[in-house]
């Protein structure tokens, strides 16, 4: 049980608005939800902007109720659709998005979404005082300033699911896989699914990879009569193809592994019941941050607690992984 803020309102709100962008992440659709119901419950009006910054800049705004948002507290996506919108990182751009916000009397915003959109959503409220609120909705689980996002949990059980599944296979035929998961700049997920998955390596952008490390670690596996099976599970990286790349220098050194790309599956499927409770609780302290004044803010949880960090905070710093992390998946596939 996350702990809560106890806020008090100080601002009588018309109406907000709420939006997904950047890639989803399952359990958007709670945190919609979490919105919607908590805003109505104070009475005020809620609007759906359709993909992203995208529905923003054009007015594809709607007006929502509490059952627009029934029957999706279990859906993986996002109701609200999301897109990567580049024409946002353009002032004039997101001048010409506040005036369609202020023609519609909504004076707040909730943004769903990874750095990418938490920056959009800095920039909305710096420059036109319109009051946004962040909640980090990514699978990737590399903002700072929260302990985990919104996605992170669902992704690691969805590729766990993928992974039990090649380790029968693997086991059958004695094969080593490398199996590719998300994480483009970041360790998160590939480190906590290695170590649940028992990985006998997990291959991270953070550490500097060397095949002479991989070889002799699967040298020392058969010395302890651990067999030729294994997962080796891969973090995809800034340039794609590593993983193929790492396949290729395994072959060359006698070793004939087989490569299974996790992709997308891990953005899709129904939320674990634990992103639906963080989603849902980030949601609706959203709206109670609005009520209480609270503007450029990213709701966050730390040591159990949901509580606000400065958007620009966010933003400025990098959420580095733990070298424990790290030493903790050496040390369990000893
Ligand atoms: O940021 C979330 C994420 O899923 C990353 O893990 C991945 O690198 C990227 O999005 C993929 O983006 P796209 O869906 O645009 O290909």
Same mark, same amino acid.
């Given at each position: 049980?996350?702990?809560?803020?106890?806020?008090?309102? +100080?601002?009588?709100?018309?109406? @907000?608005?709420?939006? &997904?962008?950047?890639?989803?992440?399952?359990?958007?659709?709670?945190?919609?939800?979490?919105?919607?119901?908590?805003?109505?419950?104070?009475?005020?009006?809620?609007? !759906?902007?359709?993909?992203?910054?995208?529905?923003?800049?054009?007015?594809?705004?709607?007006?929502?109720?509490?059952?627009?948002?029934?029957?999706?507290?279990?859906?993986?996506?996002?109701?609200?659709?999301?897109? =990567?919108?580049?024409?946002?990182?353009?002032?004039?751009? =997101?001048?010409?998005?506040?005036?369609?916000? %202020?023609?519609?009397?909504?004076?707040?915003?909730?943004?769903?979404?990874?750095?990418?959109?938490?920056?959009?959503?800095?920039?909305?409220?710096?420059?036109?005082? @319109?009051?946004?609120?962040?909640?980090?909705? &990514?699978?990737?689980?590399?903002?700072?300033?929260?302990?985990?996002?919104?996605?992170?949990?669902?992704?690691?059980?969805?590729?766990?699911?993928?992974?039990?599944? $090649?380790?029968?296979?693997?086991?059958?035929?004695? %094969?080593?896989?490398?199996?590719?998961?998300?994480?483009?700049?970041?360790?998160?997920?590939?480190?906590?699914?290695? $170590?649940?998955?028992?990985?006998?390596? +997990?291959?991270?952008?953070? /550490?500097?990879?060397?095949?002479?490390?991989?070889?002799?670690?699967?040298?020392?596996?058969?010395?302890?009569?651990?067999?030729?099976?294994? @997962?080796?599970? /891969?973090?995809?990286?800034?340039?794609? !193809?590593?993983?193929?790349?790492?396949?290729?220098?395994?072959?060359?050194?006698?070793?004939?592994? =087989?490569?299974?790309?996790?992709? #997308?599956?891990?953005?899709?499927?129904?939320?674990?019941? #634990?992103?639906?409770?963080?989603?849902?609780?980030?949601?609706?302290?959203?709206?109670?941050?609005?009520?209480?004044?609270?503007?450029?803010?990213?709701?966050?949880?730390?040591?159990?607690?949901?509580?606000?960090?400065?958007?620009?905070?966010?933003?400025?710093?990098?959420?580095?992984?733990?070298?424990?992390?790290?030493?903790?998946?050496?040390?369990?596939?000893?």
């Amino acid at each position: 049980m996350y702990k809560l803020p106890a806020l008090d309102a +100080v601002k009588e709100l018309k109406a @907000i608005a709420v939006l &997904t962008s950047g890639g989803d992440a399952p359990g958007m659709n709670p945190a919609i939800r979490g919105v919607v119901r908590a805003a109505l419950s104070h009475g005020i009006r809620v609007y !759906g902007v359709n993909r992203g910054y995208s529905g923003l800049i054009i007015g594809d705004i709607w007006e929502m109720n509490s059952r627009s948002v029934s029957n999706i507290v279990q859906r993986g996506g996002t109701m609200l659709k999301s897109d =990567r919108c580049e024409a946002f990182k353009d002032p004039a751009v =997101r001048k010409q998005a506040a005036e369609i916000l %202020r023609e519609r009397d909504i004076e707040g915003l909730v943004v769903i979404g990874g750095d990418g959109s938490l920056t959009g959503a800095a920039l909305l409220a710096e420059e036109s005082g @319109i009051p946004v609120v962040g909640l980090p909705g &990514t699978i990737d689980n590399d903002i700072h300033g929260t302990e985990d996002t919104i996605g992170f949990d669902t992704a690691i059980n969805t590729a766990l699911d993928a992974i039990d599944k $090649i380790r029968d296979t693997a086991l059958s035929h004695e %094969r080593l896989f490398l199996v590719e998961v998300m994480g483009r700049d970041s360790g998160f997920i590939a480190t906590q699914v290695g $170590i649940a998955c028992g990985a006998e390596m +997990v291959v991270i952008p953070e /550490v500097e990879f060397k095949i002479e490390s991989l070889c002799f670690q699967l040298a020392n596996n058969r010395v302890k009569g651990k067999g030729s099976s294994g @997962i080796i599970v /891969v973090a995809e990286g800034p340039r794609s !193809g590593l993983t193929y790349r790492i396949a290729q220098q395994l072959e060359e050194h006698d070793q004939a592994p =087989r490569v299974c790309i996790l992709g #997308h599956i891990q953005r899709g499927g129904s939320p674990t019941g #634990h992103d639906r409770v963080l989603a849902s609780c980030m949601g609706a302290m959203a709206v109670d941050y609005l009520r209480a004044g609270y503007s450029s803010i990213m709701v966050g949880v730390q040591k159990g607690e949901i509580l606000d960090v400065p958007l620009r905070e966010v933003l400025e710093r990098n959420k580095s992984l733990d070298r424990e992390w790290i030493e903790m998946t050496r040390l369990l596939h000893k």
